[in-house]
């Protein structure tokens, strides 16, 4: 199983995510956004963390025109599997490869904590290690990670079982850190393979960090 791994400027998540999907039995390859490819034998691609081009504008609002983006859109579009995380998430909203938009956090902090997220829809690559209703505990750490989506698109997230994550508490009751509509803390998009969240997981690989419940999410990616 080959991971290629996106570098924009600003990126600071590649390297944890190396050895996240590396301590899964992964081959990984990071890949400065001027490539103008994506190595083929790429089996999931992933978007990382951090603050691509300083957040100017709006978080992931510049990384979309970084030249390998169109080899991003072109494999996403030919069915590869892509995983954006937190800053990643934002850029394919962005770059329109997932639907909805990551607003600034209400209450405008930028918000550093474990947190608690229940599993909405499992019937999906990225989730099928865990169960329907499950409650996972995984680090956030953003400013923009307010999810939003108007009526109808919010609709179609549900009617497709797009909506992946929630933001809860312990027990799986909705608790929402930052304001997202319906407290979405991850969706796909309805081909079920373009993934984004906000929290992170592969800071939660190793109970020394504090949890490993990211484990179970990135395992999927590599079974399929
Ligand atoms: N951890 C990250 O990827 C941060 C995402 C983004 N820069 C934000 O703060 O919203």
Not at 125 to 146: K, Q, S, T
């Amino acid at each position: 199983m080959k991971v290629s791994i996106l570098q924009f400027p600003g990126t600071n998540c590649e390297y944890d995510t190396q050895h996240a999907f590396e301590s899964l039995g992964a081959t990984t390859e990071i890949i400065w956004h001027k490539s103008e490819s994506i190595p083929s034998d790429t089996n999931l691609l992933v978007v990382a963390g951090g603050f691509s081009y300083g957040d100017y504008l709006r978080s992931g609002a510049i990384a979309k025109f970084s030249p390998v983006m169109k080899a991003v859109t072109e494999y996403a579009n030919n069915g590869g599997k892509v995983l954006g995380i937190c800053n990643g998430f934002q850029v394919l909203t962005e770059a329109g490869l997932l639907p909805g938009a990551l607003k600034r956090n209400d209450g405008l902090h930028f918000i550093s904590k474990y947190h608690h997220l229940k599993v909405e829809n499992n019937d999906n690559i990225f989730l099928e290690e865990l169960n329907n209703g499950d409650v996972v505990n995984i680090p956030i750490a953003h400013h923009d990670g307010n999810y939003y989506i108007n009526e109808s698109g919010l609709q179609d997230l549900k009617d497709n079982n797009q909506i992946l994550l929630t933001y809860s508490d312990k027990q799986g009751n909705t608790l929402n850190p930052n304001g997202s509509v319906n407290a979405i803390a991850g969706v796909c998009n309805k081909e079920k393979n373009v993934f984004g969240l906000m929290p992170h997981p592969e800071r939660a690989m190793e109970m020394i960090l504090g949890s490993n419940d990211g484990v179970n999410m990135l395992k999927g990616f590599l079974q399929s």
